[in-house]
């Protein structure tokens, strides 16, 4: 009797969880899925019930996000300076972290104090200093080359060289993401026993070759976690973006948004489904193929930035 | 060694990366040491669409050998100018008015950053005989907006005027047997009556559409002496009966509007308020003239037909329709202004009036006298609201030194989202209206 | 000794392009923020003028700022607590219980916070329109709101609410899975001698999981709050821009709203100082709040 009673308890536990999950899921894959069916809707059923379903393909959509709302050119700045920002980024702050958390040396503690303190940080309210020092910057440079001679062609000074510069709005992603990478690396890096580098050394490896052959193989799980996480922080990113860049160097996030604001004009909103699908479809992707790496490393740093 | 190698890699992509990345970017840069003269233009894209100032870049192209006019058009005009001018790359002429949510020209007004236009003003259309000034209609060159300092001068050029009103849909009245209100007293009348039916009376896009309503219903109440002084925040003009009255007919108004309003009166939403109109769910609306081009593509009910009327009258009194125009202006910066200044003017020219007219969604219709021949009969019925015996008003807020944390289009205008919901009484919006105008009356230039 | 001096000069050249790669977009910025907001200036023209802390004085009697910490505030406390609550309860259920698709439910939760901020703001304009919206079309099922709908982003006391429902949409799957991937190194020997002693679910959960995953949540903790403010202000600026009337401001749009639109730039930046200031402070406070003996297992 009582036993019976204890496991229809279970079962209702059991049920209960299930049920709670299930709303769970379905409030994440509704309004996702939403997305996707809106962007192949074609302009009058937006007037309709939104949650209805489409009445067909109509890829116009995705033709003209590309064409006349040029997201395909905002794509393609999208995917280089995101690539260009990982690399950086990959190539400062593992060095960076390898040395804070495995040498001695003078300075060490006040920068480890540093780049903690960095990661309270918020580059909201940084990104308008950090233009006005690119703007600076190309006021010296129209100073030192002359904005016709060939070198100054060459650099763009006339219309300004670091603003509006891919490669620049790369370094800077990277700079903003070296504090928590660090963090994340480094704390990883402690966690390595220290018997691989003196085995090394030993056999007369030099230390760099000691970081780049033994220990940043090592260090694999730990890399892939940082290069998941700031692949989704650079490609979302928006504010930075859209200080800095303007016309066809913008990125997707800062195209997606005027498509959003355009105040007085006639809403296109087949194209903005569309271009929402655009912005959301690499992630996804990415996502689906490495989630597991990626869940699996969430253990190593238990923050994100 | 295959780290190492990888590592190489990413470090010799990123330098070729940084080398090629700079080639596409600069397009729009001429190439230096070139005999041509570029003139550049910003102009917002609006609801009158984009092509018709491609048409007007090359006519103008066509009348000036040698000059290229480097076109900037954007929806959201000042996320590309702004961080531009920041960097010292001014273009020669901008079409943005003010009003904007992102205040750029504002800012330009109060830091100074202005061409005085009176050369440009006294410059001969090209290729016609007439002055700009004498070509422009009266009146439009004696606003607080065209002429933001009150020193005579004026700094920012009258573009596509329209009038303001109340939109609605001229079918539902006409089939449910209801007069179009010509007083307040009237619209009550006819609020109650909608009511009945489950129809609201009023809707609005977002707050920021009040600015033409409240505008016109301040001449309406007080006249142009009433409005000059509350838009040059004169003080204790808050407290007068006017200022009352004014309160008043737009809380009661507030309490007659259809209840999700609020909700969607953001700038990504406000296109569901429009849609209000369209699918009878309230009747008037204030908006512009661009509605309909704005609106165009948008499902309606049947046998939906555009109607337009000024503000009903106060008691006796005129009815006003606010006229709303646009605005171009040059930056002190400009590059070329003598090019800058015959582009302006070419603007002006009856070519000009009608490429916008033409090309432009819609219409676009320029403050010249010879404009009106060149509107299309739909237009007709919005511009024939002044010949029907509504009084126009013009003007806004002037513009003062910045005062931090002070915003009087914020206080006047966007209060009424909370008059609407309830959360703010008058006398919390009046006082809020005080404080920002002692605020500003001692920022005056 | 000769290694010695080469080791540190290697350390020194691997830290130095990330020192000066932070330096130059980090920390200088930060310093011209606090410089900047001791002046006044309107963003565009070069006439600055040093007005000291003034800038300070008029913030502490801003009304609208002062609404736009208040929001900030509950906006932090309030997703914080349902984040973390949840997050919590249900990476215990996942590891804990024997639940079918225990990896499709992982993989599905992580997704909100793989997408753009600007995404998830068109998604959520669409369930939260008054007339059409998914949350007031499941409502009408049982209630009234038909005829009296919620307007879930235009009522001034909700929409805090509903921003923060966003928030906390985004957030939790991404601490679901991560607390999930802890606990799950909790030894499974612990329950079971604490099962022989007759301690319920509850009790497991409380005694054992938690404590054991403390410093994990107490790290999460802080820069949770503290990406909650950057977080948020992607959020209102993407989907209401502080309307209605201001009622969904918070620290950072309405210092953008300063800065840019109201050409007070000095003004704006002084409260970028302030959120600065005040993000230290919080995490500070949280840090010593928590701070609980480290169990080990």
């Not at chain 1, 939104?50 to 050119?73: I, T, V």
Request: aromatic share 14%; hydrophobic share 45%; glycine share 8%.
């Amino acid at each position: 009797m009582n036993k019976r009673k204890g496991f229809s308890g279970e079962t209702l536990y059991k049920i209960f969880i299930y049920v709670v999950l299930i709303i769970f899921v379905v409030s994440i894959v509704v309004p996702v899925g939403w997305a996707f069916l809106a962007s192949v809707k074609e302009k009058s059923e937006f007037y309709g019930n939104p949650w209805a379903l489409p009445n067909g393909f109509y890829w116009q959509n995705f033709r003209d996000a590309f064409e006349k709302a040029n997201m395909g050119a905002y794509f393609f700045n999208s995917v280089i300076v995101t690539a260009m920002a990982l690399a950086m980024l990959l190539v400062t702050a593992l060095p960076a972290a390898y040395a804070l958390s495995r040498f001695k040396f003078r300075g060490r503690s006040v920068l480890r104090t540093a780049f903690m303190g960095g990661l309270f940080i918020n580059v909201n309210y940084i990104v308008v200093p950090i233009f006005l020092m690119l703007v600076d910057g190309d006021k010296l440079l129209k100073q030192w080359i002359e904005p016709g001679s060939p070198l100054g062609n060459l650099l763009n000074i006339s219309s300004g060289f670091l603003l509006n510069n891919r490669f620049f709005l790369a370094l800077i992603y990277a700079a903003t993401a070296l504090p928590f990478t660090i963090y994340l690396l480094s704390s990883y890096f402690q966690t390595l026993p220290k018997d691989f580098e003196e085995a090394a050394y030993v056999d007369g490896s030099s230390n760099f070759r000691t970081m780049v052959q033994i220990i940043f193989p090592m260090a694999k799980p730990s890399i892939i976690t940082v290069i998941l996480f700031n692949f989704l922080s650079f490609w979302n990113e928006y504010i930075i973006a859209m200080t800095l860049m303007s016309g066809d160097n913008r990125t997707l996030p800062v195209g997606l948004m005027n498509l959003m604001k355009a105040q007085n004009a006639a809403a296109e909103y087949g194209q903005l489904y569309a271009g929402l699908v655009i912005v959301m479809l690499p992630t996804l992707v990415l996502y689906m193929c490495v989630q597991k790496k990626l869940t699996q490393g969430m253990t190593v740093g238990g923050i994100k930035g | 060694m295959k780290k190492a190698l990888s590592l190489g890699l990413a470090a010799a992509f990123v330098l070729t990366a940084f080398a090629g990345c700079k080639a596409p970017a600069d397009s729009t840069s001429n190439g230096g040491s070139t005999q041509k003269k570029v003139l550049k233009v910003a102009a917002l894209e609006s609801a009158y669409g984009a092509d018709m100032w491609r048409e007007i870049a090359k006519a103008f192209e066509a009348a000036n050998e040698g000059v290229t006019v480097d076109l900037t058009i954007s929806k959201t005009l000042e996320d590309e100018i702004s961080p531009q001018m920041k960097a010292g790359n001014y273009p020669d002429v901008v079409h943005l008015g003010v009003g904007r949510d992102a205040a750029l020209t504002e800012t330009m007004i109060k830091e100074d950053g202005l061409r005085d236009l009176s050369n440009m003003l006294n410059m001969t259309v090209p290729g016609e005989s007439k002055t700009v000034k004498e070509k422009i209609i009266p009146g439009f060159l004696d606003t607080s907006i065209t002429n933001p300092y009150s020193d005579g001068k004026t700094y920012l050029a009258p573009m596509f005027y329209g009038p303001c009103g109340l939109f609605y849909d001229a079918n539902l009245l006409k089939t449910k047997g209801w007069d179009l209100p010509k007083t307040w007293d009237e619209m009550w009348e006819l609020g109650e009556k909608a009511k009945a039916e489950g129809i609201a009376l009023f809707t609005y896009p977002t707050t920021g559409y009040f600015d033409a309503f409240m505008y016109a219903l301040m001449y309406e109440v007080g006249g142009v002496d009433f409005f000059n002084k509350v838009t040059r925040y004169e003080e204790g003009i808050w407290d007068t009966a006017e200022a009352q009255q004014v309160l008043d007919i737009v809380a009661k108004l507030a309490s007659y509007t259809e209840k999700t309003t609020v909700s969607n009166a953001n700038d990504s939403n406000y296109l569901k308020n429009q849609q209000l109109i369209l699918d009878n769910k309230a009747i008037f609306m204030p908006n512009g003239t661009w509605v309909v081009g704005e609106m165009a593509d948008v499902p309606r009910v049947e046998g939906f037909e555009w109607g337009f009327t000024a503000l009903p009258a106060v008691g006796d009194g005129d009815q006003y329709s606010y006229t709303f125009f646009e605005q171009m202006w040059s930056p002190k910066e400009a590059q070329n202004p003598e090019l800058a200044d015959k582009f302006m003017a070419f603007l002006y020219s009856d070519e000009a009036a009608k490429i916008f007219a033409e090309k432009g969604v819609g219409g676009a219709v320029q403050p010249i006298t010879t404009a009106s021949s060149l509107v299309n009969d739909d237009l007709k019925l919005f511009y024939s609201i002044y010949d029907n015996g509504a009084k126009a008003a013009m003007g806004a807020f002037v513009a003062t030194e910045p005062v931090e944390g002070v915003d009087i289009a914020k206080s006047v205008f966007g209060t009424v989202d909370s008059i609407v919901s309830g959360d703010k009484t008058v006398e919390q919006w009046k006082a809020d209206i005080i404080k920002a105008s002692d605020a500003l009356r001692g920022a005056l230039k | 000794m000769h290694k010695q001096k080469g080791r540190g000069r290697f350390a020194a050249l691997c830290v130095l392009p990330a020192t000066i790669l932070f330096i130059i977009f980090m920390v200088i910025p930060t310093l011209q923020v606090f410089w900047m907001s001791m002046f006044k200036w309107g963003g565009i023209s070069s006439n600055k003028t040093f007005v000291g802390l003034s800038n300070f004085k008029t913030l502490m009697a801003d009304e609208n700022f002062l609404r736009s910490f208040q929001n900030t505030v509950l906006l932090i406390v309030v997703v914080t607590v349902i984040t973390f609550a949840f997050a919590l309860v249900f990476a215990g259920i996942l590891t804990r219980e024997k639940i079918k698709g225990q990896n499709f439910f992982r993989i599905i939760f992580y997704i909100p916070n793989i997408l753009s901020v600007v995404v998830i703001a068109a998604i959520f304009n669409a369930i939260y329109d008054p007339n059409q919206g998914l949350l007031n079309s499941i409502l009408s099922l049982f209630t009234n709101v038909k005829e009296d709908p919620i307007l879930w982003l235009g009522d001034q006391k909700l929409v805090i609410y509903s921003l923060a429902g966003a928030l906390v949409w985004q957030a939790i799957g991404y601490y679901m899975v991560m607390y999930m991937a802890s606990m799950s190194a909790v030894p499974e020997s612990l329950y079971e001698s604490a099962g022989l002693e007759g301690a319920g679910r509850m009790r497991q959960f409380f005694q054992i999981t938690i404590p054991l995953i403390w410093t994990n949540i107490r790290t999460t903790l802080t820069f949770f709050i503290i990406s909650n403010i950057n977080l948020s202000f992607l959020f209102v600026k993407a989907m209401t821009n502080g309307k209605p009337d201001g009622q969904s401001e918070v620290f950072l749009s309405y210092m953008y709203g300063q800065a840019y639109t109201n050409s007070s730039y000095g003004y704006g930046m002084a409260i970028g100082v302030v959120v600065f200031i005040f993000s230290f402070a919080l995490a500070a406070i949280v840090n010593a709040v928590t701070k609980r003996e480290p169990l080990e297992y």
